[in-house]
C-alpha cells in the first residue's frame, strides 16, 4: 500500500518529503515552485487513493459478510421448504396408506356379509332328513311293485316308532292336511321352486293349510294310517302334482344320505 508523504521545513530552510521509501531534503532556495506543486499533488492523490482502497476492501468484505448471510438465509428456507414438503408428503402417504386399509377392510366386511347372506339363504333352503339320523330304517323303495300298492311303489317308507317327529324336509308353504284314504294321515307342500313333497300316514299333525314352514320343522308325527302294515313315514317328492321322483335321489341331490 503506498505511504503518506508529509512535508516539513528543516533548519536552514530545507525541506524534508518523508515517503515509504526514506526521507529526502529539497532545498527551497533552488526547488522549483513547479516541482513542489507536483509534489504535493502527488501525495494527495496517493492518499485518495489508499482511502479509496480501504473503502473498497471494507465495501468488499461488508458485501461478502452479506453475500454470506443471504446464502446461509437462502439455504436455510431452501431446508425448511424441503422439510414441509417431505411432511406433507409423508402425510399424504399416511392419508392414502389409511384409505386402502379402509378400503381392504370394507371388502373384506362385503366378503364376510355376503357370506353370511349366503349361508342364511342356504339355510333357508337346505335340505333336511325327514326323521332324525339312527331313528329309522328304509324299508320300500321308489320303484318297487308288490301286492302291498295298487301300482308301483312312488316312495320311500321311512319304518319309526309311532310318535316320532317327522321334519319338513325343506322351507315351503303347507298346501293340504288331511285324511287321504291308502295314503292316511296326508300333509302336502310346495317349496319355493314348485316341488311337492307329501307326508303320509301320520298319527297326527302340526301344522294348517297356507302355514309358511322352514325346513327342519316338525309337521306331525310317524304312525300307521291309511293302507299300513306298521309305523312308518311314506314320503314322496313330485317334481310336479303328478309326477312322483324318487326321494332317495333327491336327498342325495341335496347332500342328504337317508
Known amino acids: 500500500m503506498v505511504g503518506c508523504i508529509r512535508l516539513g521545513i528543516l533548519a536552514g530552510s530545507a525541506l524534508l518529503l518523508t515517503t515509504t521509501a526514506g526521507a529526502?531534503?529539497?532545498?527551497?532556495?533552488?526547488?522549483?515552485p513547479r516541482l513542489l506543486s507536483g509534489t504535493v499533488s502527488s501525495a494527495a492523490?496517493?492518499?485518495?487513493?489508499?482511502?479509496?482502497?480501504?473503502?473498497?476492501?471494507?465495501l468488499d468484505s461488508?458485501?461478502?459478510?452479506?453475500?454470506?448471510?443471504?446464502?446461509?438465509?437462502?439455504?436455510?428456507?431452501?431446508?425448511?421448504?424441503?422439510?414441509?414438503a417431505a411432511t406433507v408428503?409423508?402425510?399424504?402417504?399416511?392419508?392414502?396408506?389409511?384409505?386402502?386399509?379402509?378400503?381392504?377392510?370394507?371388502?373384506?366386511?362385503?366378503?364376510i356379509a355376503a357370506r353370511k347372506r349366503a349361508e342364511r339363504?342356504?339355510?333357508?333352503?337346505?335340505?333336511?332328513?325327514?326323521?332324525a339320523a339312527g331313528a329309522y330304517r328304509l324299508t320300500s323303495r321308489f320303484g318297487e311293485c308288490s301286492s302291498l300298492w295298487s301300482s308301483c311303489h312312488?316312495?320311500?317308507?321311512?319304518?319309526a316308532p309311532s310318535g316320532s317327529p317327522i321334519r319338513a324336509v325343506a322351507?315351503?308353504?303347507?298346501?293340504?292336511?288331511?285324511?287321504?284314504?291308502?295314503?292316511?294321515?296326508?300333509?302336502?307342500?310346495?317349496?319355493?321352486?314348485?316341488?311337492?313333497?307329501?307326508?303320509c300316514h301320520q298319527t297326527s299333525t302340526a301344522v294348517s293349510v297356507g302355514q309358511q314352514v322352514a325346513g327342519g320343522e316338525v309337521i306331525g308325527t310317524v304312525g300307521s294310517t291309511g293302507n299300513s302294515t306298521g309305523p312308518h313315514l311314506h314320503l314322496e317328492i313330485r317334481?310336479?302334482?303328478?309326477?312322483p321322483v324318487d326321494p332317495f335321489a333327491a336327498l342325495v341331490a341335496h347332500d342328504l344320505t337317508p
Open 24 to 32: 529526502v531534503s529539497v532545498d527551497p532556495d533552488h526547488a522549483s
Open 45 to 58: 492523490e496517493l492518499s485518495l487513493a489508499a482511502d479509496r482502497e480501504a473503502i473498497a476492501a471494507a
Open 62 to 84: 461488508r458485501e461478502r459478510a452479506v453475500s454470506r448471510d443471504a446464502t446461509r438465509v437462502a439455504r436455510q428456507r431452501v431446508a425448511e421448504r424441503r422439510l414441509q
Open 89 to 111: 408428503r409423508a402425510a399424504q402417504q399416511r392419508k392414502a396408506a389409511l384409505a386402502s386399509l379402509a378400503e381392504r377392510a370394507q371388502r373384506q366386511a362385503d366378503l
Open 121 to 131: 339363504l342356504a339355510a333357508r333352503n337346505a335340505w333336511h332328513l325327514p326323521l
Open 154 to 159: 312312488t316312495g320311500l317308507d321311512f319304518a
Open 171 to 199: 322351507a315351503g308353504r303347507i298346501l293340504e292336511v288331511s285324511y287321504a284314504g291308502a295314503y292316511g294321515n296326508r300333509t302336502r307342500m310346495r317349496l319355493a321352486d314348485g316341488t311337492e313333497v307329501w307326508y
Open 239 to 243: 317334481s310336479s302334482p303328478t309326477t
